[in-house]
């Protein structure tokens, strides 16, 4: 099998960079960790590698909001390396911080001619930051790389502004009708994406709109999602892990090897 190389983007703030690295070298990627600095200096490098990974933290401290520094300097910096990028059927992934990056640059869901959003990620409906484990259900998964053959997923959350809120029902009926609201909170889909949340707290910890905890692009092969697989890897991750059969790895690990896989 064939070993992408994966580059693991980071900025001031940034801090699941180590812990995302070692999740694609567990899965057979090898990793390299970048300062956004760097990649402005020469964003050529990006030829270099198959995946790119934004991962979780608080980067530039979410001044203004959370992802907006580092996502306006992609979207005004980089944009166009990302789009070849992605063009050449690469994969980018965003995981929390990463996925409040790629929604404030366009990267994920493009932007309006006012560069206005389709959708965001704003503040928990507690308006406060959430740390727990949530029940997680893929749904219509086979479009999304990154979850291909899951079914469900038990991963913590750490955010204050994860809640997903898209621009109007079209934009959420768009999104779901083209297969591209990929992660839902709970344990099963068994209604139509809807304007407000049908899993209650904590289970959907924040509010989002329609239970969603990631999503895709059209392609399937650009993914965020507000929960941190690279924190379930091993099964003894698992908070009541000493309860539990013995597993082979945490739930988590099969998202990076789906991206790895990928280019097998």
């Given amino acids: 099998m064939a070993q992408p190389r994966v580059l693991i983007l980071r900025a001031p703030g940034t ?74 059927g690469k994969l980018i992934l965003g995981i929390c911080n990463g996925f409040q990056i790629l929604i404030k640059s366009g990267i994920l869901l493009p932007l309006a001619d006012d560069f206005t959003a389709p959708a965001t990620l704003s503040w928990n409906d507690g308006g406060k930051f959430e740390d727990r484990w949530v029940p997680l259900v893929t749904s219509g998964a086979d479009k999304c790389v990154f979850f291909r053959g899951i079914e469900r997923m038990y991963l913590p959350i750490a955010h204050a502004e994860g809640k ?23 344990t099963s889909v068994t209604s139509p994406a809807r304007m407000q949340a049908s899993v209650a707290y904590p289970e959907n910890p924040n509010g989002s709109l329609a239970d969603v905890a990631g999503i895709c692009d059209a392609t399937g092969r650009v993914c965020g999602l507000m929960p941190h697989p690279e924190r379930h890897l091993d099964f003894t991750h698992h908070p009541q892990w000493t309860r539990q059969p013995p597993r082979e790895a945490g739930d988590g690990l099969r998202v990076f090897q789906n991206a790895v896989e990928f280019f097998a």
């Fill in 15 to 88: 801090n699941c960079d180590q812990e995302t690295a070692h999740a694609f070298e567990r899965a057979g990627g090898r990793t390299e960790s970048l300062h956004v600095k760097r990649l402005l200096e020469s964003p050529a490098a990006l030829a270099d590698f198959q995946i790119l990974c934004l991962p979780g933290g608080f980067s530039y401290g979410d001044d203004i909001a959370a992802g907006r520094i580092l996502g306006n300097q992609i979207r005004h910096h980089l944009q166009d390396w990302l789009h070849e990028f992605h063009a050449a």
């Fill in 164 to 186: 997903f809120v898209p621009q109007s029902a079209g934009v959420l009926k768009a999104l779901e009708e083209n297969g591209q609201l990929v992660l839902r909170y709970g």
